[in-house]
Structures are given as C-alpha cells and as structure tokens.
C-alpha cells in the first residue's frame, strides 16, 4: 500500500512538473511572438491553466516532504499526549477541509461539463478541462492527509523536517 500511495504522489508530482514545463514554453511562445510580431491566441490563458495545474497536482507530493508551510509554535510547545492530541486535531481538520475542497473541485469540473461552460478568451476552452486537474489535484491532497491521518494515529508518522526551515539567516 505504501508503494501505490507514494507512487501516486510521485506521479502527481511528475505531472505537475511536466506542466510546469508547458508554462514555460507558453511564456516563452509570448514572449518570442511579441517580438517577431505575430501573435499566437491564448498564450496567456493556457499558461494560466497550467500553473493552476502544475500548483494544485504538486500539493500532495509537497505535503508528503513535509514543505507545506506550518506554524509549529504551539504543538512544539506541548509535551506527550498533548502533542499527539493537537497533531491528531490539525490533520483531522486539515483532512476534512481537504475533502470538501475536493468535493468543491469535482463538482464545479462537473457543472462546468454539464453546463458547456467555456472561457470567455479567444480560445473558448471548455473550463472542465482545466478544472479536471485542479480537482483531481485536490484528490490526491485529500488521499496525503488521509494518509497521514492514519500514520499518526498509529504512530508511525515521521514529520519529515523541511531543510529550508533548518537554515537560518
């Protein structure tokens, strides 16, 4: 279970690489068609859907490498099942505003399909596209936080440190 689980967050997280990629060769076609003089429509739209794309299919993979932001003051402060208890209740609330995020998600992918929702630029886009990878993003955030929900409570969890957070400036 633990290889498919990390397997996906690997593969989430390649995927979001990979449109990072997209971004950055739809920034460059703007920038090289300004300066050539032509003009290639909805250069703009689509390097926004895909760093909409690469952020939200990067938000597991970065939860899992412990690279979220986190503001530890008071659970460093808590001791024995006190901790354990605050740490329980952080990533229980955080899991449930994960799901309904994701639920969010699915259903606006879903209405924008059943409505024919397309986006007002020139190249009118049916939204549901785009709105497919935020939402399938979503879902496997909810799947990390599960998954580190279950860890936790059976006392495995090993919240890996960020090495940006040990540096000190």
């Not at 449109?19 to 060769?25: E, I, K, S, W, Y």
């Not at 530890?72 to 402060?77: D, E, G, H, R, S």
């Not at 785009?130 to 909810?142: H, T, Y």
């Amino acid at each position: 279970m633990r290889k498919l689980l990390d397997g996906i967050y690997n593969s989430a997280a390649a995927l979001a690489a990979l449109f990072m990629v997209g971004l950055l060769a739809m920034v460059l076609l703007s920038v090289v068609s300004r300066q050539l003089n032509f003009h290639v429509p909805g250069t703009d739209a689509y390097a926004g859907y895909l760093m909409a794309a690469s952020g939200f299919l990067a938000l597991a993979h970065t939860l899992k490498r412990g690279e979220h932001i986190r503001v530890t003051l008071v659970i460093n402060a808590l001791q024995g099942p006190w901790k354990k208890a605050m740490e329980l209740w952080a990533l229980g609330v955080a899991t449930l505003l994960a799901l309904l995020f994701a639920a969010y998600s699915c259903k606006l992918a879903w209405q924008s399909r059943a409505f024919n929702d397309i986006s007002t630029g020139s190249d009118a886009t049916p939204l549901w596209l785009p709105q497919l990878a935020m939402a399938f993003g979503a879902v496997i955030l909810v799947i990390a936080f599960i998954d580190e929900l279950v860890l936790e409570i059976q006392g495995r969890r090993v919240a890996p440190l960020s090495g940006e957070a040990l540096r000190n400036e």
